[in-house]
């Protein structure tokens, strides 16, 4: 599969993302990166917000994955414990392996699979060579520079999004 740098779909917060318009994208299984796109690098449990998200995004029979380059395995595991999700950790993006493994693990095809994260370079382009629908949003929060900087390059990348939400 070849990627883009251009997200297919873009969203505030991943929790503004509705259940019904992945429903009317055919998506039943939804990847989810958990740093800076569920929590904040800094938070240590999920927001009554997220986890009423996860929820609804449930009753729409809709999987929820975690897909994570993390390899703390104490916060990957206890988010998706407390999120109820699989998860696969040190995922390598924006190598595609990640994702094909975590598809493979809960039996989806990429026609019915999506990645929302918060990086472009890492979510975005990971999500293309997987050959699944890439979604960003915002990241919750800065905590260094160098992520700011990286939001700063990626800037304009998320300004050719056709599909701003």
């Known amino acids: 599969m070849s990627f883009s740098l251009i997200p297919k779909f873009l969203f505030r917060n991943l929790t503004d993302i509705p259940p019904d318009f992945l429903v009317s994208l055919g998506i039943k299984f939804l990847m989810v990166d958990l740093d800076n796109t569920v929590a904040a690098y800094?938070?240590?449990?999920?927001?009554?917000?997220?986890?009423?998200?996860?929820?609804?995004?449930?009753?729409?029979?809709?999987?929820?994955?975690?897909?994570?380059?993390?390899?703390?395995?104490?916060?990957?595991?206890?988010?998706?414990?407390?999120?109820?999700?699989?998860?696969?950790?040190?995922?390598?993006?924006?190598?595609?392996?990640?994702?094909?493994?975590?598809?493979?693990?809960?039996?989806?095809?990429?026609?019915?699979?999506?990645?929302?994260?918060?990086?472009?370079?890492?979510?975005?382009?990971?999500?293309?060579?997987?050959?699944?629908?890439?979604?960003i949003v915002r990241p919750k929060r800065f905590t260094n520079p160098f992520l700011a900087l990286r939001y700063y390059i990626e800037f304009p990348f998320r300004l050719l999004c056709k599909n701003k939400k």
């Open 42 to 135: 800094n938070e240590h449990s999920v927001s009554d917000l997220a986890l009423k998200w996860f929820e609804s995004v449930r009753n729409h029979d809709i999987d929820l994955f975690i897909i994570s380059n993390s390899t703390r395995t104490d916060r990957v595991e206890a988010f998706a414990k407390e999120l109820g999700t699989g998860f696969v950790m040190n995922a390598r993006k924006p190598s595609p392996s990640g994702l094909r493994k975590a598809m493979g693990m809960a039996n989806y095809s990429t026609d019915v699979s999506a990645l929302a994260g918060d990086q472009i370079f890492t979510d975005t382009i990971a999500a293309g060579r997987a050959g699944v629908v890439s979604i």
